[in-house]
Antibody, heavy 121, light 111 residues
C-alpha cells in the first residue's frame, strides 16, 4: 500500500525558512517523480514543484515559488523534501506531497495527508 | 498562471447525473490529453478520480467518467450518491513555465 507522510510544518515568521519532509513507502520511491502541491485555507489547489525520479536530476517550480523553494530527495531514505526560504504570508497553506503516476503520466496518483505551514508575525 | 475555470457549485438528487465543466485554453486543456480530476472531502487529501481525460484508476467507481472537447474538459457523475458530496478539482499539464494548473474547484451537493 502506497503511503506518503508529510512533516515539518508549523508557524514561521515572514522572511523565515522551513523544511518539509515526506516519507514514502509501499512503492519503489527512486523510480518515480514526486510533487509538492499546496492549498491555502479555504482555497483551491496549486502545484508547487516537481522532481524527477532516479536521483532527481530535474526539477521544476511554479513561478510563485521559483528562487525561494528547493525540492530535493534522498532515495536511500525514501524521503522527499521541500526547503522553503524567504517565506511570505501568501505561502500559508497545507502542503501535500504527491506521487507521479508513472513514466509519461501527468497526474498525481497518491497524496499524503498534508502538513500546515502558517507564515505570520 | 491563471487557474482553470470551474462552476463554484453543482447539485443533484440521489440517482441523478451531474456534469462539472473545466475550461482552459490551447496552452493547457486544448493542447494535450493530460486532464485529471480529483475528489476532496473536507479536511482530507485529494483523491485521483480520472486521469488522461477518460481513464479511471483501479478502485474508482464506474459512475465517474471524463471527457474533453476543445478547451473544455468535463467530469460526469452518474447515479449520484450521498458519498459523492465533496469538492472536485480538475488539473491539466501546461506548455507554460508552470507545468500544471488546477481548476478553481466545484462543490458538489447531494440534495
Amino acid at each position: 500500500e502506497v503511503q506518503l507522510v508529510e512533516s515539518g510544518g508549523g508557524l514561521v515568521q515572514p522572511g523565515g525558512s522551513l523544511r518539509l519532509s515526506c516519507a514514502a513507502s509501499g512503492f519503489t520511491f527512486s523510480s518515480y517523480a514526486m510533487y509538492w502541491v499546496r492549498q491555502a485555507p479555504g482555497k483551491g489547489l496549486e502545484w508547487v514543484s516537481l522532481i524527477s525520479g532516479t536521483s532527481g536530476g530535474t526539477t521544476y517550480y511554479a513561478d510563485s515559488v521559483k528562487g525561494r523553494f528547493t525540492i530535493s530527495r534522498d532515495d536511500s531514505k525514501n524521503t522527499l523534501f521541500l526547503q522553503m526560504n524567504s517565506l511570505r504570508a501568501d505561502d500559508t497553506a497545507v502542503y501535500y506531497c504527491a506521487k507521479r503516476g508513472g513514466s509519461y503520466s501527468y497526474y498525481f496518483d497518491y497524496w499524503g495527508q498534508g502538513t500546515l505551514v502558517t507564515v505570520s508575525s | 498562471q491563471s487557474a482553470l475555470t470551474q462552476p463554484a457549485s453543482v447539485s443533484g438528487s440521489p440517482g441523478q447525473s451531474i456534469t462539472i465543466s473545466c475550461t482552459g485554453n490551447s496552452s493547457d486543456i486544448g493542447g494535450n490529453s493530460y486532464v485529471s480530476w480529483y475528489q476532496q472531502h473536507p479536511g482530507k487529501a485529494p483523491k485521483l478520480m480520472i486521469y488522461h481525460v477518460t481513464n479511471r484508476p483501479s478502485g474508482v467507481s464506474n459512475r465517474f467518467s471524463g471527457s474533453k472537447s476543445g478547451n473544455t474538459a468535463s467530469l460526469t457523475i452518474s447515479g449520484l450518491q450521498a458519498e459523492d458530496e465533496a469538492d472536485y478539482y480538475c488539473s491539466s499539464y501546461t506548455s507554460r513555465s508552470t507545468l500544471f494548473v488546477f481548476g478553481t474547484g466545484t462543490k458538489v451537493t447531494v440534495l
